[in-house]
């Protein structure tokens, strides 16, 4: 685990001084995640760590196009563009793909990356791996239900949060619940 890799890559795309969204500070985000579609794509794999996983026929008929791209083929949806980015209702935010419950709405936080951020998630829900992908060294985040692709965790921003992580996670990976359901 390089910290200073995951340091350089999180300052070329945010200010730990000011958490306000600004998009049209981040064009490497925007070029990497065009980057980071085409090559997912191509190495795409299925994990399978429990009863919630299913074929990859079998998850492209319960999911979206979209929803496949990135829960299976471990996309990244376009920066800003995401239905949870700028969400603060108190609820529940669970997996697209089987429904476990991910993280609480009173640990999601204003990054200002352009996708949800959560400081934590619900204790057993998320599993981490190693990504190496794009000659950077960074932890991929996963359901531990099903295996679907959820974003990536970053450590040591300077984020004024209990654990100084920052989950980023794709809205299109998550459903949310609001707390009277
Ligand atoms: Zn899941």
Redesign the pocket.
Known sequence: MSTSTLRTLCSKQISSATFRPNLSSFPLRRNFSHTATRTFTATARIMADST?TKSEEEWRAVLSPEQFRI?RQKGTERAGTGEYDKHYEPGVY???????P?YKSDTKFKSGCGWPAFYDAIPGAVNRHEDSSFGMLRIEIT??????HLGHVFKGEGFPTPTDERHCVNSISLKFQDQTE
């Open positions: 919630k829960l669970e997996c697209a793909g089987c429904g476990t991910l359901c531990a239900a099903c295996g679907g």
